[in-house]
């Protein structure tokens, strides 16, 4: 019955677009400014049509309905509610079924929304946001379908893998298929703008609101992704170059440098072609991350919803985005003549981009090289930290000190910007690194050049800070917000490197361990039923004799029934300026327990400011909607 | 008609990284290791637990076959495996076992050895494990058969049973 409902309600939105797209190439010819109604129409049931199968798939989770085999596999009735409905996008399937909703949604909004432009650009980018949920739809009917049949009907499902468990993957997904499905209303609309010949400011102001929505949208998601791998892997540290967190890097680094040259574009009327460039590279990077991710292709930990087959399929789809842009792009394409003084806002800018587009390639580099090499040598390597380290961290510095420096300048010309404070500040950040040197008395060359110019970025935003308030530039708010939060974040990155302590060591109940000032104490050990899973929880005592502190701190190890499957749960305590992060693990036959320490400066402010990241594009957003 | 060789470039970049991605995905990429017999393994220098000096694939062009056998003490599997490792030792002549002792602390893998009998004619530390991984191993209890052309005759994932352990005997005879 729900597959029924579910199948005809995607065949519906398979439909509307057909009829969108015959509609909107109808409505082209005619030459006025009006959108016939029934396009809006046909939107709005599109829309409706999406949404309802989706909640339809949800139902089936939330009455562990085991008649779809979607549900068999990755749901049981012993599971809390809330992960009952977090695992309708937990999987291959419900995941595609949330992105064909958000590409619809974004299709229905960017119609709506943008009203004030041009008819000719807004109908050309429904037809290619169409022909895409046409591809994804096709993609689900053929080969992903969420509301198959499975009979005769089981009686209990498999279950959700238990690591998957936890609040923060259950928005993570959402949050990241925001942001990166997101990016297909804009990868339409550079496709419209060359066709319609809307270019200009007027296009620059038609995608700005979206390229921040998503840009957010996957900052936050990132953030949310990277919390969730240190509260759950139990690794203690939050960021992998894991070739999967770098799928979901690639696009952020293109929307970046997307996000900042759509306001040259905007301001100057100039860096059209690559604005539309990364436009279209943008979508084009997520959906080869989906390809990554979801192919199998990579091996990586977190490769949870992977099937060769799949990637035939997206990879077909993949081919014919990359081939028709270019086509399209290489048939529109003309020249332009930038002329851009040396000292201007706009210059600063594009060195921006540049620093974007360098990111951008190393990571991609890194992550594909070792499926070139298996695939051509068939030698297997993989590639870590150790590079991105090494390539990227150095340039960190130029690019910090840029971020300060550039945003002093004004727009077309700035002659006359003064440097005193700018100078003074600088100056500043050199003695607060000197202190963090005496207060650690720890050194590395690399690190300290890190300190000194995030702490240099840090300081001259407060001054900007003061500044834009005190002459109430309230466009400026956004753009401060955004730069202290990524000054915070590679600072306390860089303490947390710099500065962690990690110990490994085996204990047994009633013994002690001391390390450094710190003292850990094995208490006892308790066990406990919960609903799906049973844990063993650990009772430690850890006395800082620096600080005269006594805290409690439990790990758990937990045994999870359906499937079968051992998480260690790390116990994590967040202070302001540090975390102490504690996990055990079984040391089979034996009465020991394998016991990894960790104390990691600042940990809690990686996170804030990430978000701090995240909330300059949403104030952007705000004062935006205010403007109107 | 002019030919714009940027344009040419981009293209068969495209082609290039579509046509990868597509060998990679015919591409069966699961770590998989049973497939090894008939290979040659690859050259290794351990030092043994016991004293300093170093065990290497010299050590085993000597014998006419090595039993290469991964353990380590934490390993409850390998105890069940011991007695099958010890009976091929007081047995066979022909047959020299090395153990290679797998992530392990090298006081636990002596009082492992000294509790159960030692079956090894050389044992062999791999603390970090990294060896092992060379020799195409994903967990223990593993063991390769190799002859005295260091290839690779057996392989034997998970505890020795009955059967492997008359499949060793028939195969060195």
Known sequence: ?628 | MKINISKIIIFSFVVFFLSIFWLGLKKDNNYDTKNIIGNKISNFQLPSIYNNKFISEETLKENKFTLINFFASWCAPCRAEHQYLLNLSNKNNDIKILGINFKDKKNNAIGFLNELGNPYDFVAGDTEGKASILFGIYGIPESILVNSELVIIKKIIGPINPKQYEEILQLIQ
């Open chain 1, 1 to 628: 019955m729900l597959s029924n409902i579910g199948v005809i309600l995607v065949f519906l939105i398979l439909a509307s677009s057909f009829l969108i797209i015959y509609n909107a190439y109808l409505d082209i010819k005619i030459k006025d400014q009006i959108v016939k109604k029934i396009i809006y129409n046909l939107s709005l049931f599109q829309i409706t049509f999406t949404i309802l199968s989706f909640f339809a798939l949800i139902i089936g989770f939330i009455n562990s309905d085991f008649s779809l085999i979607n549900v068999y596999e990755n749901s049981h009735t012993a599971k809390p509610l809330f992960y009952k409905i977090a695992g309708t996008w937990g999987n291959h399937e419900g995941s595609l079924l949330l992105w064909i909703n958000i590409l619809v949604l974004f299709s229905f909004l960017f119609l709506v929304f943008n009203f004030k432009h041009n008819k000719k650009f807004r109908l050309y980018t429904l037809i290619f946001q169409n022909i895409l949920i046409i591809g994804f739809v096709i993609f689900l009917l053929l080969n992903s379908n969420p509301f198959s049949l499975i009979y005769p009907v089981p009686l209990e499902g498999l279950g959700l893998n238990p690591i998957l468990q936890d609040p923060a993957l259950a928005i993570h997904p959402p949050l990241l298929y925001i942001g990166f499905v997101g990016c297909s209303i804009y990868f339409s609309a550079a496709m419209a703008s060359m066709f319609s010949e809307y270019k200009g400011k007027e296009f620059a102001l038609s995608i700005k609101s979206w390229i921040q929505i998503s840009w957010c949208f996957q900052t936050l998601g990132i953030t949310v992704g990277s919390i969730w791998a240190y509260y759950e892997l139990g690794w203690g540290g939050f960021w992998f170059w894991d070739p999967v967190e770098n799928a979901s890097l690639l696009p952020w680094f293109a929307i970046t440098a997307l996000m900042h040259s759509v306001m040259v574009l905007e301001k100057r009327n100039t860096l059209y072609a690559w604005v539309i460039i990364l436009c279209l590279l943008t979508f084009i990077l997520s959906v080869t991350g989906t390809f990554l991710v979801r192919s199998g292709i990579l091996n990586s930990v977190h490769t949870f919803a992977s099937d060769p087959s799949r990637g035939i399929y997206i990879l077909l789809f993949l081919g014919m985005m990359i081939f028709t842009s270019l086509i399209i792009f290489f048939k529109k394409y003309k020249k332009e003549s930038y002329n851009f003084n040396l000292k201007t806002r706009e210059t600063f800018i594009l060195v921006n981009n540049w620093f974007m587009i360098f990111f951008l390639v190393t990571v991609l580099v890194g992550t594909l090289y070792p499926i070139f090499l298996d695939v051509i040598a068939d030698v297997k390597i993989s590639v870590g930290p150790p590079f991105y380290n090494i390539v990227i961290i150095p340039l960190v510095v130029p690019f910090l000190f840029l971020m300060t420096v550039g945003p002093q300048f004004k727009w077309i010309n700035s002659q006359n910007v003064k440097f005193y404070k700018t100078t003074f500040i600088f100056f500043g950040a050199v003695i607060i690194n000197l202190f963090i040197y005496y207060f650690f008395e720890n050194y590395s060359v690399l690190t300290n050049l890190i300190f000194i110019v995030a702490i240099f970025l840090i300081l001259h935003c407060f001054l900007d800070a003061k500044q834009s308030i005190y002459k109430n530039k309230k466009f400026e708010y956004p753009r401060i917000i955004s730069h202290l939060g990524f000054g915070l974040l590679v600072l306390c990155i860089g303490i947390n490197h710099q500065y962690s302590l990690e110990v490994d060591f085996n204990l047994k109940i009633g013994e002690n361990k001391k390390i450094n000032n710190y003292e850990i104490y094995f208490e006892n050990i308790k066990t406990e039923q919960n609903k799906n899973y049973q844990s063993v929880i650990g009772n430690f005592k850890l006395t800082d004799f620096k600080r005269n502190i006594v805290q409690y701190l439990d790990p758990e190890i937990r045994i999870y029934s359906d499937p079968e499957t051992l998480t260690y749960e790390a116990a994590i305590k967040s202070k302001i300026t540090s975390d102490f992060y504690l996990t055990m693990s079984n040391v089979s036959r034996s009465e020991y327990y394998n016991i990894k320490f960790q104390n990691k400066p600042f940990m809690i402010w990686i996170w804030i400011s990430a978000f701090m990241i995240a909330l300059g594009g949403f104030v952007q957003l705000m004062l935006k909607k205010n403007e109107n």
